[in-house]
């Protein structure tokens, strides 16, 4: 340090007196230099702001911690201020550290001198970053908040929803100091995937109208169903882009996007309105600032087009009043004409619904007498076929009892299953199906169902919809009316079979309150028989009614019909004149999308099991649960049994080997069959689970459906159908 000569040298301080003080400001950097820039002293608090430490730095000039680019002119220009003025520098500006990070900084040089002389130089810096930061945030925010101050000032004048949206598109630019921004409004096309360019900002609108608008992709997902923002540094290397074809991503010409920013536009009603996308060519352009400022816009936006559709709406209100008042007027002259047609519409829709009470509380009869004759035809069944599968060959008279015993109680077996498929407590299989393929299939069947005085004739329609059904009941539907259409027509005449595409409307709906509107497909069996009056229509669908001699019919075949397509979801009608033949009508739902085509299988066969694999057979009712033991150990398993949940799971806890529960779903003891599976399986997750059931309303089937992954045996089963069965569940890989 320098000496004034004057002063009294006393009162001098000592350089390590000096250097404790300059050491003492941590945060302020304070350098000297000799009068080229070299460096002579470094403090501690130039080693904490700019890493390097002094034994670095002495004699090695101050110019590095300046900009790469400007170094040594700026030490030159510092100095030569220092000298002339009194002080270099001052402004702020960014410096280097030694790493070679860059921070915001304010520093002067000021000259040392001895005398007249200048001897060298000091230089104070101080790092500015923090405050640097605070201040650029403060004033983002307040651009932000003077962006969307006149944008809300603008909407909240701003009646037409185009011009709204266009206000609310450029100040979305200007917020998000993006290059170009874009409206599109949430419509879909009639193909389901596309949106509606509403307006654009930062581009001419050529710039979007030869390409095609965006896609419901991964990418545009998010925003069109209101899931949240999504912000890209680099939307090219986002994962979710550029997975649709054919483009992979932005077609050729398209706006230079890297920088991505998307908004949902949500009304206070949860309507997904829109959204507002933002592109910059440059990554990294937008940051979480951004994610706040267009958040409030987007809420405004979705206040301000509430409000105009409101406001539109209130316009068409009063225009639907106005033509209203007129209407009443018109309605005044023709009101007891309009009484009298109503009066009769209510009086067929009370019908119907009475009808279709009556039809359900029939069906809830049904299907739980059918429930407790399964059990009864499961044990039934299981000894017939247990018997005759051990008489001697040289017993005929008894293996013809047998037989006729056996054909009795599968008989009785076919009659329970059409009380569930009236009753809709049948479970059911269905499948993405190709009615034409099926019903071309059928057509040699019917053909040799029916005698030969009959002629049959399929008329496929053209570009005929899937459908999701069983295709074993649907085939025995049609099987059904086949043969009622056979019957009808002692003396001959023509069968017809035809496949089309239907639109169920509003105003069929009307009058038929239990269906539901839109696209089926249609499956009509046309005979040229004696045809029904309108009573016999009105309870042609009852179980057990037949307009057959006795012995000829047991009535059930129209109600499992009806009861297999209501629990398909669909709808059937029946159009019928006395004299001149009846059609039969069977809506089924359409499918949306492919679905694989059902394939064949083969007949199963009756595998045998090992002596080690061992089978929990779980069943309350004793009869039942004695047959499926036998039979399980006949085909060579280890069986343990249990007849209610609590005892399954004991066995459980206990057995030091089970593959395969093997339980009914109905249970006392409180546990249905499902919920002792879903402990079972947290006890041994490799357990294979089985379940078996004579109705189908319970834990496993819903609507009617098996529920996905379920394996399920529906009473009464055969020997060699529980064998399969079992089998296949045994040797099906692991979930």
Same mark, same amino acid.
């Given at each position: 340090?320098?000496?004034?000569?004057?002063?009294?040298?006393?009162?001098?301080?000592?350089?390590?007196?000096?250097?404790?003080?300059?050491?003492?400001?941590?945060?302020?950097?304070?350098?000297?230099?000799?009068?080229?820039?070299?460096?002579?002293?470094?403090?501690?608090?130039? #080693?904490?702001?700019?890493?390097?430490?002094?034994? /670095?730095?002495?004699?090695?000039?101050?110019?590095?911690?300046?900009?790469? $680019?400007?170094?040594?002119?700026?030490?030159?220009?510092?100095?030569?201020?220092?000298?002339?003025?009194? %002080?270099?520098?001052?402004?702020?500006?960014?410096?280097? *550290?030694?790493?070679?990070?860059?921070?915001?900084?304010?520093?002067?040089?000021?000259?040392?001198?001895?005398?007249?002389?200048?001897?060298?130089?000091?230089?104070?810096? *101080?790092?500015?970053?923090?405050?640097?930061?605070?201040? $650029?945030?403060?004033?983002?925010?307040?651009?932000?908040? /003077?962006?969307?101050?006149? &944008?809300?000032?603008?909407?909240?004048?701003?009646?037409?929803?185009?011009?709204?949206?266009?206000?609310?598109?450029?100040?979305?630019?200007?917020?998000?100091?993006?290059?170009?921004? &874009?409206?599109?409004?949430?419509?879909?096309?009639?193909?389901?995937?596309?949106?509606?360019?509403?307006?654009?900002?930062?581009?001419?609108?050529?710039?979007?109208?030869?390409?095609?608008?965006?896609?419901?992709?991964?990418?545009?997902?998010?925003?069109?169903?209101?899931?949240?923002?999504?912000?890209?540094?680099?939307?090219?290397?986002?994962?979710?882009?550029?997975?649709?074809?054919?483009?992979?991503?932005?077609?050729?010409?398209?706006?230079?996007?890297?920088?991505?920013?998307?908004?949902?536009?949500?009304?206070?009603?949860?309507?997904?309105?829109?959204?507002?996308?933002?592109?910059?060519?440059?990554?990294?352009?937008?940051?979480?600032?951004?994610?706040?400022?267009?958040?409030?816009?987007? =809420?405004?936006?979705?206040?301000?087009?509430?409000?105009?559709?409101?406001?539109?709406?209130?316009?068409?209100?009063?225009?639907? *009043?106005?033509?209203?008042?007129?209407?009443?007027?018109?309605?005044? =002259?023709?009101?007891? %004409?309009?009484?009298?047609?109503?009066?009769?519409?209510?009086?067929?829709?009370?019908?119907?619904?009475?009808?279709?009470?009556?039809?359900?509380? #029939?069906?809830?009869?049904?299907?739980?007498?059918?429930?407790?004759?399964?059990?009864?035809?499961?044990?039934?069944?299981?000894?017939?076929?247990?018997?005759?599968?051990?008489?001697? !060959?040289?017993?005929?008279?008894?293996?013809?009892?047998? %037989?006729?015993?056996?054909?009795?109680?599968?008989?009785?077996?076919?009659?329970?299953?059409?009380?569930?498929?009236?009753?809709?407590?049948?479970?059911?299989?269905?499948?993405?199906?190709?009615?034409?393929?099926?019903?071309?299939?059928?057509?040699?069947?019917?053909?040799?169902?029916?005698?030969?005085?009959?002629?049959?004739?399929?008329?496929?329609?053209?570009?005929?919809?899937?459908?999701?059904?069983?295709?074993? /009941?649907?085939?025995?539907?049609?099987?059904?009316?086949?043969?009622?259409?056979?019957?009808?027509?002692?003396?001959?005449?023509?069968?017809?079979?035809?496949?089309?595409?239907?639109?169920?409307?509003?105003?069929?709906?009307?009058?038929?309150?239990? @269906?539901?509107?839109?696209?089926?497909?249609?499956? &009509?069996?046309?005979?040229?028989?004696?045809?029904?009056?309108?009573?016999?229509?009105?309870?042609?669908?009852?179980?057990?009614?037949?307009?057959?001699?006795?012995?000829?019919?047991?009535?059930?075949?129209?109600?499992? @019909?009806?009861?297999?397509?209501?629990?398909?979801?669909?709808?059937?009608?029946?159009?019928?004149?006395?004299?001149?033949?009846?059609?039969?009508?069977?809506?089924?739902?359409?499918?949306?999308? /492919?679905?694989?085509?059902?394939?064949?299988?083969?007949?199963?066969?009756?595998? !045998?099991?090992?002596?080690?694999?061992?089978?929990? @057979?779980?069943?309350?009712? !004793?009869?039942?649960?004695?047959?499926?033991?036998?039979?399980?150990? !006949?085909?060579?398993?280890?069986?343990?049994?249990?007849?209610?949940?609590?005892?399954?799971?004991?066995?459980?806890?206990?057995?030091?080997?089970?593959?395969?529960?093997?339980?009914?779903?109905?249970?006392?003891?409180?546990?249905?069959?499902?919920?002792?599976? =879903?402990?079972?399986?947290?006890?041994?997750?490799?357990?294979?689970?089985?379940?078996?059931?004579?109705?189908?309303?319970?834990?496993?089937?819903?609507?009617?459906?098996?529920?996905?992954?379920?394996?399920?045996?529906?009473?009464?089963?055969?020997?060699? $159908?529980?064998?399969?069965? @079992?089998?296949?569940?045994?040797?099906?890989?692991?979930?």
């Amino acid at each position: 340090m320098t000496r004034d000569s004057h002063a009294d040298p006393a009162a001098e301080i000592a350089a390590w007196q000096w250097r404790q003080i300059v050491n003492g400001a941590t945060d302020t950097a304070i350098i000297t230099t000799d009068v080229r820039g070299a460096v002579t002293s470094w403090n501690t608090g130039a #080693v904490n702001i700019l890493g390097w430490d002094e034994a /670095e730095m002495l004699g090695k000039s101050i110019s590095r911690i300046f900009a790469a $680019e400007e170094q040594q002119a700026q030490l030159a220009r510092e100095i030569e201020d220092a000298i002339s003025v009194g %002080k270099g520098g001052g402004e702020e500006g960014w410096r280097l *550290r030694k790493d070679g990070s860059r921070f915001w900084a304010v520093g002067e040089l000021s000259p040392i001198r001895d005398g007249a002389n200048v001897v060298g130089f000091i230089k104070i810096l *101080r790092d500015r970053t923090a405050q640097r930061d605070a201040e $650029e945030i403060i004033k983002e925010e307040r651009h932000a908040l /003077e962006v969307l101050n006149r &944008a809300g000032s603008e909407l909240a004048l701003e009646t037409d929803l185009h011009k709204l949206v266009q206000i609310v598109t450029d100040a979305g630019v200007e917020l998000s100091r993006a290059e170009f921004g &874009a409206f599109f409004y949430n419509l879909v096309n009639d193909a389901g995937e596309s949106y509606t360019l509403y307006t654009l900002s930062g581009a001419p609108i050529e710039a979007f109208s030869k390409f095609p608008m965006p896609r419901n992709t991964e990418v545009f997902s998010p925003t069109f169903n209101g899931e949240g923002i999504v912000r890209s540094d680099d939307i090219t290397k986002d994962p979710r882009y550029g997975k649709n074809a054919p483009r992979k991503g932005m077609p050729e010409g398209h706006l230079p996007v890297r920088s991505y920013l998307a908004v949902p536009v949500v009304s206070r009603t949860g309507e997904v309105l829109g959204g507002l996308f933002f592109g910059h060519a440059k990554t990294g352009v937008f940051t979480e600032r951004s994610e706040r400022g267009l958040a409030g816009l987007a =809420a405004e936006a979705a206040v301000a087009i509430d409000n105009v559709r409101l406001s539109q709406a209130m316009q068409r209100e009063i225009g639907e *009043r106005k033509r209203a008042q007129e209407a009443l007027v018109e309605l005044n =002259a023709t009101l007891e %004409k309009q009484v009298v047609e109503r009066t009769e519409q209510l009086r067929k829709n009370e019908e119907a619904l009475r009808q279709s009470q009556k039809m359900e509380a #029939v069906g809830q009869l049904t299907g739980g007498v059918a429930h407790d004759f399964n059990n009864l035809l499961q044990v039934i069944i299981g000894n017939l076929d247990t018997i005759k599968r051990n008489l001697p !060959e040289e017993s005929a008279r008894l293996q013809r009892a047998a %037989k006729h015993a056996m054909n009795g109680a599968q008989r009785a077996a076919t009659l329970t299953q059409r009380l569930l498929a009236f009753s809709r407590r049948q479970p059911l299989d269905p499948k993405p199906l190709d009615v034409n393929v099926l019903v071309n299939g059928l057509s040699e069947m019917v053909h040799r169902t029916l005698s030969e005085t009959i002629s049959v004739e399929t008329v496929l329609g053209a570009g005929v919809w899937r459908v999701e059904v069983d295709p074993a /009941e649907l085939e025995a539907a049609i099987i059904n009316l086949a043969v009622n259409g056979r019957d009808a027509m002692p003396n001959g005449g023509r069968l017809t079979i035809e496949t089309s595409n239907a639109h169920i409307d509003e105003a069929y709906v009307a009058a038929h309150s239990e @269906v539901v509107p839109g696209q089926y497909v249609a499956i &009509a069996v046309t005979d040229t028989g004696v045809g029904m009056d309108a009573k016999t229509v009105a309870q042609a669908f009852e179980p057990f009614f037949t307009t057959k001699a006795v012995g000829k019919g047991t009535g059930l075949g129209l109600s499992q @019909v009806y009861g297999f397509v209501k629990q398909s979801g669909g709808h059937v009608k029946i159009y019928s004149e006395v004299g001149q033949g009846t059609t039969v009508k069977l809506y089924l739902p359409r499918i949306a999308g /492919e679905g694989l085509t059902v394939e064949e299988s083969g007949l199963l066969p009756s595998p !045998e099991g090992a002596q080690e694999e061992t089978i929990l @057979v779980l069943e309350d009712d !004793e009869d039942v649960r004695a047959y499926s033991v036998d039979t399980l150990r !006949e085909l060579g398993y280890r069986v343990i049994e249990a007849h209610d949940g609590p005892a399954a799971l004991r066995l459980l806890e206990r057995e030091p080997r089970v593959d395969l529960l093997f339980t009914d779903v109905v249970l006392p003891g409180g546990l249905t069959g499902a919920q002792v599976a =879903a402990q079972a399986k947290t006890v041994r997750p490799t357990l294979k689970v089985l379940f078996t059931t004579g109705y189908a309303r319970n834990a496993i089937i819903h609507h009617g459906r098996l529920d996905k992954g379920v394996q399920l045996i529906v009473k009464p089963f055969s020997f060699t $159908e529980l064998a399969a069965k @079992v089998r296949d569940v045994l040797d099906a890989k692991a979930d």
